[in-house]
């Protein structure tokens, strides 16, 4: 079955950067997109953008660009998110998720999150 | 960017209740919508894409209407496992944004 794997926890002071993997299994992993998408704390679901893993193209929403860059390793199924500049109001948590079928844009399958916490 | 309105933002319902949420999109974004469920602690969950298609595997209690700039999520017979909080989701154009949520808890 398909699944993302990321990790449960990071914490950075203000001004670093992280980089969070999000580890696929279960399917082709070249064959769908990937996006990511950040929840602050008790707040709604914000879309950072997506990476095609087949080629390594992104698109990146505006609010992040400059800050964030995704990646991925196709040798062993990971795709990365690297957020720098990081300020307290990046603390939340951040999905990465897997379009089903055709679309690029239905999000079938999530990772279970990983919290970023930014505090001096 | 296409600003996403949910209403209400939040109900209290009871099981086997019909409830009924509407999602307002800032302009015309045709069946370019989803629908997310969350339970606390946990990743959002796809129920409805294309605005009206059910996501394989997700009972079919579950249902999306619209389009333009109005649709509506219908769960017909609420269940205990479907008190959470439902996302529209609108992906006509970039950025892709969400509603701010619908919750739904118990009456």
Redesign the interface.
Known sequence: QVQLVQPGAEVRKPGASVKVSCKASGYTFSAYYIHWVRQAPGQGLEWMGWINPNSGGTTYAYKFEGRVTMTRDTSISTVYMELSGLRSDDTAVYYCARVGGSSGYRLSYWGQGTLFTVSS | DIQMTQSPSSLSASVRDRITITCQASQDIST?L?W?Q?RPGK????LI??ASTL?SGVPSRFSGSGSGTDFTFTISSLQPEDFATY?C?Q?DS????????TRVDVK
Do not use: R, S
Not at chain 2, 43 to 46: D, G, I, N, T, Y
Not at chain 2, 94 to 101: A, K, R
């Open positions: 370019h989803n997310y969350q990743a959002p969950k796809l894409y294309d996501e996302y989701q992906y970039l950025p892709i944004t969400f509603g701010p949520g």
